[in-house]
């Protein structure tokens, strides 16, 4: 099993989402973020004064997937997140050892 943790821009969202329900995703969780990486912000103008954002917003979608979907929740993110741009987010992978549902304590991939 793999932890999927994506960071990606709050528009692109509902696109990425609707393409992981399609291959197959059955669970995720999502967060409202603010952060930066190499764009550090932006300058913006309100009732005409300038100020300056170093914090900008995003959704973080945090996944535990069967490994053999992994490759295909990448792939969706990456065709529906891209814009070529700076800011388009991040993908970080890593293994997950076990998974237990509390419910009926469920384990490994059935748990998912």
């Known amino acids: ?3 999927l943790e ?11 989402k609707d393409a992981l329900i399609e291959i197959g995703v059955e669970g995720m969780t999502i967060s409202e ?3 930066h990486g190499r764009q550090k912000g932006h300058t913006e103008k309100y009732r ?3 100020y300056e ?3 900008l917003p995003k959704v ?3 996944l535990v997937l069967d490994d053999k979907l992994v490759d295909m929740a990448v792939d969706a ?12 987010g991040k993908i970080f992978l890593s293994k997950v050892d ?3 549902r509390i419910r009926n304590q469920e384990r490994g991939v059935a748990a998912l």
């Open 1 to 3: 099993m793999t932890k």
């Open 77 to 88: 993110i990456v065709k529906y997140a891209a814009t070529g741009k700076i800011g388009d």
């Open 60 to 62: 973080k979608l945090e």
């Open 6 to 16: 994506a960071i990606v821009q709050p528009n692109r969202f509902d696109q990425i």
């Open 48 to 50: 005409g004064r300038e």
């Open 33 to 35: 973020v603010r952060g």
């Open 53 to 55: 954002t170093d914090l």
């Open 98 to 100: 076990e998974v237990i």
